[in-house]
């Protein structure tokens, strides 16, 4: 029967994560470009939540929850969302609508590419990032989700834990980021001209957005207002808050002075990270995924990134790619019945061979969305080309895509 308490918390759920990509993706990656590029960049987050959002009620449901074709893909069945009632389904959810249930997931599929524009952006077209996103969504987050979360799924039948989207979004966004990256290759005079974030207040209140969202992205993951849903909650804050602190901790030791941005970058990086293990992990283990994310993702982008030298412009591989594959295995480390027994003990808790279940998770999500997303880069670019001119590049996309300007003055 379809539960009144559970229905109202999917429902505010819902609204929270929609609100992590516009306004919370937009002004966290619109704040760190440059002020030529922030309009643009911030279209390209409202832009996706009104493309995903037609996508997944025409074809892109069906292809992630429908029923399933060989433990890969759902079927069509449910295109246009035939069939998708306000009756629950079972499969997912006794005690919320299904329709409730697939606009919940819409959301998730949603910012998942939305988070990739931060390898690619100040450099990319227009048009090209809008045949990319439309073709991305459907041939890779699809199938990906319906592997993990769809009933038939073969992750989720062998066994592979992701209560939030550690794999289904941060990994599969975020190796692909790396690709978009490589392939377009550096800005304009990257690693040669400065190129600081234009507006850090914008970043923060983006930041700040993103952390508010997440208690949906997570908690809401539950799917019933439920003593899960509480856990969930405490992870997800206390993950975010642990990795802020190190981040911070860290460049006051590297660099003499803590800033903003570090604290900023480190709680997101402890929000991706915490997202596979929120349902299934306890505050002290939430605190050691923080610790963990923050150490690893700073080495990321701070070391790694500037000795390669590649340009993932916002650090959508570092902080994403990186953290989620980290929270995906620490999963496997962490996990505990205890905390919720529909999951599975980790290696930690006496179950080794789940480590093993999230490794094959994570090597089959990275293997098939980089190969995916690198014959994608190729067709599009082939056919339209994926890569502004380089005196739009100077001129900056916000006038050569958009035709507009951030910051007017008037006489």
Request: hydrophobic letters at 50%.
């Amino acid at each position: 029967m379809i539960n009144s308490g559970d229905t109202a918390w999917i429902l505010m759920s819902t609204a929270l994560v929609m609100l992590m990509t516009a306004p919370g993706l937009a002004f966290f990656y619109g704040g760190l470009v440059r002020r030529k590029n922030v309009l643009a960049t911030m279209m390209q987050s409202f832009f996706v939540l009104c493309l995903i959002s037609i996508q997944w009620i025409l074809w892109g449901y069906s292809l992630s929850f429908g029923p399933d074709k060989g433990h890969f893909i759902g079927s069509l069945a449910w295109i246009g969302l035939k069939g998708v009632t306000m009756a629950p389904n079972p499969d997912y959810s006794s005690t919320i609508p299904h329709l409730l249930f697939m606009v919940y997931q819409m959301m998730f599929a949603v910012i998942t590419p939305g988070l990739i524009t931060g390898a690619f952006a100040e450099r990319m077209k227009f048009s090209a990032y809008a045949i990319f996103t439309i073709f991305w969504a459907t041939l890779v987050y699809d199938p990906v989700c319906h592997w993990v979360w769809g009933a038939g799924g073969w992750l989720r039948n062998l066994g592979a834990l992701d209560f939030a989207g550690g794999t289904v979004v941060h990994v599969s966004s975020g190796m692909s980021a790396l690709v978009c990256a490589l392939y377009l290759g550096k800005r304009r005079g990257y690693g040669r001209e400065p190129m600081p974030p234009h507006n850090l207040p914008l970043t923060i209140l983006g930041a700040s957005l993103l952390w508010f969202g997440w208690f949906g992205f997570n908690a809401g993951s539950a799917l019933g207002s439920n003593e899960l849903a509480v856990w969930a909650f405490i992870a997800t804050n206390t993950a975010a808050a642990a990795a802020g602190l190190t981040w911070m901790f860290i460049e006051w030791k590297a660099t003499g002075k803590p800033t903003i941005l570090g604290g900023a970058t480190g709680a997101v990086a402890g929000l991706v990270a915490v997202t596979p293990a929120a349902g299934f992990v306890s505050p002290l283990s939430a605190i050691l995924i923080g610790i963990a994310v923050a150490f690893v993702c700073y080495t990321a982008v701070a070391v790694v990134k500037l000795k390669l030298a590649y340009d993932d412009s916002l650090d959508a591989f570092g902080v994403h790619g990186i953290g989620g594959t980290l929270g995906a295995l620490l999963t496997g480390l962490l996990a505990q019945k205890l905390i919720n027994p529909a999951g599975n003990n980790g290696l930690f808790f006496g179950n080794p061979k789940q480590f093993g279940i999230q490794a094959i998770g994570v090597v089959a999500t990275i293997a098939y969305s980089v190969t995916v997303t690198f014959i994608l880069l190729k067709i599009i670019d082939a056919i339209v080309g994926m890569r502004v001119p380089d005196e739009e590049e100077v001129i900056g996309l916000d006038i050569t895509q958009h035709e507009e300007s951030a910051y007017t003055l008037l006489d």
